[in-house]
């Protein structure tokens, strides 16, 4: 079983729509759960950044983390073209100060305006 | 606000070619990170270094690579003779402490990646 799985996609909704992209991992150690943007040959860009069970809304973006069944969302609402990117989760735990961090593989969205 | 910069964007190297990538890392941030992406998949971890020793580093990470922090600003990587394989685009990181603007010192910054060609 890999430590981090998350679908692909790709994942076409049309503009408006609400999103919702999922990761479930393996690992208990990890202790951060956070979700990057990354456009076409960019680099990943920290959107949602959380460490309990639960719900964390930033604007249009709510990331969810469901520990006990190791499992993390991130929705967004009201999804625009803009959003129209790659979505990578990623969980960390520290280990000695630094952070070890494994990425799903990302789940590629497009909105259709 | 700042942010993690990495020079070139692009390069494109000959194979058995040295190659080096180089990053500023935030300011004040004392973990660095090095992580790759091959085309079409998953960011993968390489190296982390801190306090002027690797940490950590992956499978991937083997002789052929080299990471050092030759003053107080730039952290590099260094491919010694690189391979077909190494195609990818790099991507510098950095995390905590918690920095001036206030980020979280339990995550990673990422810089914007150098892409690398051999041919």
């Known amino acids: 079983q890999k430590e981090v799985e998350q679908d692909p996609g790709p994942l076409s909704v049309p503009e408006g729509a609400i999103v919702s992209l999922n990761c479930t991992y393996s690992?208990?150690?990890?202790?951060?759960f956070m979700w990057y943007r990354q456009y076409s040959r960019k680099g990943p860009e920290l959107l949602m950044y959380t460490y309990s069970s639960g719900n964390k809304e930033d604007g249009r973006f709510t990331a969810q983390v469901d520990k006990s069944s190791k499992y993390i969302s991130l929705f967004i609402r009201d999804s625009q073209p803009s959003d129209s990117a790659t979505y990578l989760c990623?969980?960390?735990?520290?280990?000695?100060?630094?952070?070890?961090?494994?990425f799903g593989t990302g789940t590629k969205l497009q909105v259709i305006p | 606000e700042p942010e993690v910069t990495q020079t070139p964007s692009h390069q494109v190297t000959q194979m058995g070619q040295e190659v080096i990538l180089r990053c500023v890392p935030i300011?004040?941030?004392?973990?660095f990170y090095w992580y790759r992406q091959i085309l079409g998949q998953k960011v993968e971890f390489l190296v982390s270094?801190?306090?002027?020793?690797?940490?950590?580093k992956s499978e991937i990470f083997d002789d052929q690579f080299s990471v050092e922090r030759p003053d107080g600003s730039n952290f590099t990587l260094k491919i010694r003779s690189t391979k077909l394989e190494d195609s990818a685009m790099y991507f510098c990181?950095?995390?905590?402490?918690?920095?001036?603007?206030?980020?979280?010192?339990?995550?990673?910054?990422f810089g914007e990646g150098s892409w690398l060609t051999v041919v």
């Open positions: 300011s004040n941030h004392l973990y």
């Open positions: 990181a950095s995390s905590g402490p918690r920095d001036m603007v206030g980020r979280s010192g339990n995550t990673i910054y």
């Open positions: 690992n208990s150690a990890f202790q951060y």
């Open positions: 270094f801190y306090n002027n020793e690797i940490s950590e």
């Open positions: 990623a969980m960390s735990f520290n280990s000695g100060g630094y952070q070890k961090v494994t």
